[in-house]
Each structure stands twice: as C-alpha cells, then as structure tokens.
C-alpha cells in the first residue's frame, strides 16, 4: 500500500484516503465537473410529468436545480446554511405534517438514513429522486460494507438491489414503487421513483370488519 505522511493529522493516509481528500475538496469548490447539474437537469427534463406541485429539495446546496423546480411548482428548498442539517429538517417536516408531490434526496453519500422516514412527507402519489454514489467511488471498508448490508441488503449493492430495497421500505408505509428512470451520472446514480398509497385492504385483498 502506498502512503503519504499527514502533518495535520500526524499519520499516514492511504492512496484511497488521498483521493476520498481531492474529491472532498473540489465538492467544497461547488465545480460543475463535481455537481454535474446539466445531466441532472436533462434527466428531470425527461420526466418532467412527474415534477409538479410541492417540491421538496434536500441537500439543495448552491441551487442548481432549484431554478428548474421552481418552475415546476412551489419549491421548499432545504440547505445547510437555510433549514440546516437536511436529515434532521426532515424530522421537523414530519412533525409538522408537511406532505409533498416530489422529493429529491442529492446528498453527496448514500441516502441510507432517509428510507425509513422519507414516506412520512409524501402524498399518495410521489415522486421520489434519490442520488446514490456509484459503488467504487467512495472508499470501502468493513464498516461501509456493514453499512450497504444493513440498509440495501448487500455488501455491494447494485441498481437492482437500490430498486429492492426502496420498493421494500415503501411496502412498510403501504406505498408501491415504480422506477421512472434511471440514469448514470459519472460517479452517481440518479433513481427517479412514482410511490403511489395503496390501500391495505386492497393490498391483502382483505376486508376490514
Ligand atoms: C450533491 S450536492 C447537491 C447539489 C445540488 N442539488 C445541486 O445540484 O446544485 C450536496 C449539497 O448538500 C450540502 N450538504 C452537505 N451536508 C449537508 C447536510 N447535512 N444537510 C444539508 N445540506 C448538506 C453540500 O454542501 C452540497 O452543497
């Protein structure tokens, strides 16, 4: 392996640290060549049906699509520096009962610990976008790989496994997912999912007494 003396941290920092480093730095610089917001935006062009009414943007950063949804209907744009910390703003929408028509989750990790409770600010129809960094970009140890297990049901998880496991998390709140699209964007995939409520006694073909 190969290593490089780290005065600030007085270690050594393995090749994969150094480039998780560079990465880290130009995603501080805002770069496009990092955001890519043009592919981004053509894919939400292309499903463009499905985005209207109210928006929710997490990790909504510098803004780049926000133009774009504010077009499209009445944008409730989170940022760090506005609603802070998105996974925690989350809580306060749910406690606040807010129900949403789209929600776009473009974090710059995994969107693990949204899955549990995103369907708590859905409406019946949804439609959910996820970001999720393509497998190999980001380092891998024993505890990322713990990680996917618990949350996507494998220790690399591919498109299939993503699309599994957020049809599974919908089913606990009675929501079925259907994937829209899904396209790659250099090191992310972007899922686009309509959620739609079903009614339990429809979805056993059971009546309630
Ligand atoms: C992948 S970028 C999203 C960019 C945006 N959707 C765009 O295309 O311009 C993620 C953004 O979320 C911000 N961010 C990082 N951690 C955050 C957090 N815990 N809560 C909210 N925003 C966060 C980052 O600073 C960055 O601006």
């Known amino acids: 392996m190969n290593f490089q003396y780290d005065l600030f941290n007085e270690g050594f920092k393995t090749k994969n640290a150094e480039k998780h480093d560079r990465l880290r730095s130009k995603q501080n610089d805002y770069l496009d060549s990092h955001h890519h917001p043009q592919e981004k935006l053509k894919q939400l062009n292309k499903v463009d049906n499905y985005i209207y009414g109210e928006i929710l943007e997490l990790f909504a950063g510098q803004g780049n699509l926000s133009e774009y949804y504010k077009q499209k209907g009445n944008l409730y744009q989170c940022t760090k520096e506005t609603t802070g910390d998105s996974f925690q703003h989350l809580f306060e929408l749910i406690n606040n009962k807010k129900h949403f028509d789209v929600i776009d989750i473009d974090s ?16 019946p129809t949804s439609t959910l976008i996820i970001t999720f960094p393509v497998m190999g970009v980001q380092c891998i140890n024993g505890i990322v790989e713990q990680h996917f297990i618990n949350f996507w049901k494998s220790a690399r998880p591919s498109t299939g496994d993503v699309v599994g496991a957020v049809t599974d998390y919908g089913l606990k709140y009675w929501y079925l997912s259907k994937l829209i699209d899904l396209v790659k964007i250099k090191p992310i995939w972007r899922f686009v999912f309509q959620c739609k409520r079903i009614k ?10």
Do not use: I, L
Request: a positive charge.
């Open 200 to 209: 339990a006694t429809e979805f056993c073909s059971t009546k309630n007494r």
């Open 108 to 123: 710059y990790g995994y969107p693990s610990q949204f899955m549990d409770n995103v369907w708590h600010v859905m409406k």
